[in-house]
């Protein structure tokens, strides 16, 4: 009886250490922006073209795919799903987008949205551009690729051409009810430098800075890696994990498509990221994204679509999915 007792006992305190690391760390941790968790905040299902209740943008356009064309292979970043589901809702005919679902885990990583022979394809940044670079997708719509995403395309003979099509913020979030509302870039570049560690240095509560960080080769990670200028934190403080959190990513990506309304997006150094103050250039972070295709790709419709982006008619579709279009000085080249 008393060896049972012990047993007992001893896997009791075990599942209350758990429940403890889980209500102290795990459930806590839900909301960080990277990994599987990331993934799965993308609903792709909800970007479906040809679909009725997709939250797509239907403008129009005078470019129209018929079956006979060859139609190039779309892949995008999560952030840019809208912009290149949109253009299939547009530019291309039904039939072409086969939607098989998949459960996002640990083994099975991007979901497996899509069939193989679809023109929709959903498998992120990192293996996205993988895909590119081999050619079993035909343009993808992307940050700026990092140098190591360059470096790789080049040791594998792939040529890109990087087009620029709209403009993005790359933005700061905390949780809704930090009294932080704004931080200045190099009061950010502090945090992620380790030189500030407690919100009450910058006007908040005197509570740990638990910043976030992203996926290697992500785009935002990309992003945050250029803004740091190469000098950023590797290792967190153990017990920063028990503090406020602060996390990056791209603005429509977080006020669109996740939506969530228990965090909100920093001012920096005085602006706050809204598309007036990104279309006017105030907003200090504000950067291009891109269609993304290999030069030495024989499929002249990847030239018509490219065109069809930089037109007008690609400006009003960017601009209806939530993004903002290039400037004049750019659209115009």
């Known amino acids: ?16 250490v758990n429940a ?10 839900a909301n960080n922006f990277s990994g599987t968790r990331q993934l799965k905040m993308v609903d792709v299902g909800k970007f479906l073209p040809f679909e009725e209740s997709s939250e797509l943008a239907r403008t129009g356009a005078s470019l129209k795919f018929t079956e006979s064309d060859k139609l190039p292979v779309l892949d995008g970043a999560a952030a840019l799903v809208p912009v290149y589901a949109s253009v299939i809702e547009n530019c291309y005919t039904e039939g072409c987008v086969t939607y098989k ?4 885990s640990d083994d099975n990583y991007y979901g497996e949205n899509f069939a193989s022979d679809s023109v929709m394809q959903y498998q992120n940044t990192i293996r996205g551009f993988d895909a590119l670079v081999d050619g079993s997708v035909d343009l993808f719509f992307t940050a700026h690729p990092s140098k190591e995403q ?7 003979g792939a040529e890109l051409e990087i087009v620029p099509i709209g403009q993005e913020a790359f933005v700061f979030f905390v949780n809704k009810d930090n009294p932080v509302d704004g931080l200045s870039s190099e009061q950010i570049r502090s945090v992620y430098r380790g030189e500030i560690t407690n919100w009450n240095e910058v006007g908040g509560a005197s509570r740990t800075i638990y910043p976030l960080t992203r996926v290697k080769g992500s785009g935002s990670q990309t992003m945050m890696e250029k803004f740091m200028e190469g000098d950023m934190i590797t290792s967190k403080a153990p017990l920063s994990v028990f503090g406020g959190a602060i996390g990056y990513s791209f603005r429509y990506y977080l006020s669109g498509m996740v939506a969530d309304e228990n965090v909100k997006m920093l001012a920096v150094d005085g602006i706050y990221p809204d598309t007036e103050n990104i279309r006017n250039g105030s907003y200090p972070l504000t950067a291009n994204f891109y269609a ?7 499929n002249a419709n990847v030239q018509r679509l490219v065109d069809w982006l930089l037109s007008e008619e690609g400006e009003t579709m960017i ?5 903002v279009g290039l400037p004049d000085d750019i659209s115009e080249q």
């Open 1 to 16: 009886m008393k060896r049972i007792t012990v047993i007992l006992t001893t896997a009791f305190i075990f599942a209350a």
């Open 20 to 29: 403890m690391l889980y209500v102290t760390i795990t459930r806590r941790l």
């Open 101 to 104: 679902g998949g459960t996002f």
């Open 150 to 156: 360059m470096l790789s395309a080049q040791e594998k």
């Open 292 to 298: 993304v295709y290999r030069r030495d790709n024989q």
């Open 319 to 323: 601009e209806a999915c939530g993004y």
